[in-house]
């Protein structure tokens, strides 16, 4: 028998279960539950309870049936918080009450009402004096965690994997948490957290192919987000001077352990600051976030110890490039000095069609992934960030940084541009190559130039990809997860 043949046998089966229960007057359906305790609660009420002890406490507990013994005279209840055992014995239940239970079926929620007391064995129980269905399940679940291993399965039925793996279901508080103390690091900052439109006119604020869809009462295509950065910096303009979102971001890029079609970013832009001081701010709050997700600085990834401590080293891209490659590309004056270099190392040049292009492209090719402490990697070249001030000292860069941390690009933060002229011709010439095919160059926002002509004062921003910082601090190794639902490819039947 094929396991279609036998999950749709044991669906047949709980079907059969249901309409019985109908049959007895039983509703398999009720609308609530009053409880009085989750596990975790009565875990620490009674921690100091000696074992083959009972108390007259009488609670309420509810939860789904994961397990069963003794023909359920033993049943292991979980909640969101944790197991506790139910104790259904024919002393305090009479033998039709009893009987219903095997009516049940792994999966299934149950609430139960009894006294609490301690086995021989030290389990912690409520010895049941009643009980009430809550929900009959009618598909089945896997046996065991390992008969659930199929990363295609736990990513197509992420419930079902929540279900099973309490790891999974860690990962996503986690999550939780380091948004939460993102939020309340920034808050107490002065920061103010906005909203900014998903559908826009012109994707523009990072170098990505968007998603399109048609508006159909404006009779107008439309695209989503691939940054938030314009509308922020519209709002500095506005007379904000600290601003933030944290929200969904979309590429329409492949997928990979650390790409996903749709990701959480946040986006914080501050008045009258550079990028050396958001530099320490960044380190200040990824440390904080890991303090309240790992509980220290120390976090290990995928076997390799990481240490956000502050101080993190901060690398100029050349210096990290001669460091790995002994190049020194100061001495690369022109695109074919660059690029003669770059392909006597092998690295890719698709789409570098500038000296600052290859000269990323090196970086990337040779010396990123040997990042594996936090770093900030700084001063790019100007070519690669057309919304970036230009360096006060360095001809040719900009101030801008990445943040690295296991070969792996966490932030990405600059001295904002706020001289309009230099924006508009460098989105001039964004639109030239988008209009010459390339799909990821910027459009030119002539509303974006329009609010910065109204006059932007010195401006720090930073853009933090909070799938790939939750994926460090949780030691997950792909980007799946760390999102509850992540883009899948649909079933073809």
């Not at 009085?36 to 507990?61: F, I, S």
């Not at 010895?127 to 089945?140: A, C, F, H, R, S």
């Not at 170098?207 to 048609?214: Q, Y």
């Not at 040049?349 to 992934?369: M, P, Q, S, Y």
Request: aromatic share 8%; charged share 30%; hydrophobic share 35%.
């Amino acid at each position: 028998m094929t396991s279609e043949q036998d999950d749709s046998r044991l669906r047949q089966e709980r079907l059969r279960k249901l309409e019985t229960m109908k049959e007895q007057g039983i509703n398999p359906y009720p609308y609530s539950f009053a409880r009085t305790h989750k596990a975790e609660e009565l875990h620490e009420k009674y921690k100091d309870l000696a074992a083959d002890t009972e108390t007259e406490d009488v609670v309420r507990v509810c939860g789904r049936i994961l397990n069963e013994r003794n023909t359920w005279m033993f049943v292991d209840l979980y909640d969101d918080s944790g197991k506790i055992q139910l104790f259904c014995h024919k002393q305090n239940l009479p033998e039709d009450v009893l009987k219903q239970l095997r009516l049940l079926d792994k999966g299934d929620f149950l609430g139960a009402e009894g006294t609490i007391r301690r086995t021989k064995q030290g389990e912690l129980s409520v010895k049941v004096t009643g009980y009430e269905i809550l929900g009959k399940t009618l598909q089945p679940l896997p046996d065991s965690w390992d008969g659930f291993t199929d990363v295609e399965a736990r990513y197509r039925h992420r419930y079902v994997d929540m279900i099973m793996n309490p790891n999974v279901r860690d990962t996503f508080r986690k999550r939780s948490i380091a948004i939460r103390t993102i939020r309340e690091f920034l808050d107490s900052r002065g920061c103010l957290e906005v909203e900014t439109p998903v559908l826009q006119v012109e994707a523009g604020g990072a170098d990505a192919r968007p998603f399109v869809t048609h508006h159909n009462t404006l009779d107008i295509d439309l695209y989503l987000r691939i940054a938030t950065e314009l509308h922020l910096k519209r709002l500095i303009v506005g007379g904000f001077e600290r601003v933030y979102e944290i929200g969904r971001i979309f590429r329409n890029e492949g997928i990979s352990t650390r790409h996903n079609p749709e990701f959480t970013m946040l986006e914080l832009y501050w008045a009258y600051g550079d990028y050396n001081q958001l530099m320490d701010l960044a380190e200040e709050m990824i440390v904080e976030t890991a303090m309240k997700v790992a509980g220290g600085t120390k976090v290990t990834y995928q076997g390799v110890e990481i240490d956000f401590k502050r101080p993190f080293k901060r690398l100029r891209m050349v210096d990290a490039i001669k460091e790995t490659t002994g190049i020194d590309c100061n001495d690369l004056k022109t695109f074919e000095e660059a690029r003669d270099a770059a392909l006597k190392l092998g690295v890719d040049l698709t789409h570098c069609d500038t000296r600052g292009h290859v000269i990323n492209a090196i970086f990337e090719g040779k010396c990123e992934e040997t990042l594996m402490q936090p770093t900030f990697l700084i001063d790019y070249p100007v070519e690669m960030s057309p919304l970036t001030k230009p360096h006060r000292s360095v001809a040719g860069e900009v101030e801008r940084f990445e943040l690295f941390a296991y070969g792996r690009e966490l932030a990405n933060g600059y001295s904002e541009l706020t001289d309009p002229l230099d924006q508009r011709k460098r989105l001039e010439d964004q639109a030239a190559k988008k209009a010459a095919g390339n799909e990821e160059a910027m459009p030119l926002d002539l509303d974006f130039i329009n609010a910065m002509e109204y006059g932007m004062p010195p401006t720090m921003g930073i853009g933090i990809g909070i799938d790939r910082l939750v994926m460090l601090l949780t030691d997950s190794a792909s980007i799946r997860d760390v999102i509850a639902f992540p883009t899948m490819k649909p079933i073809v039947k």
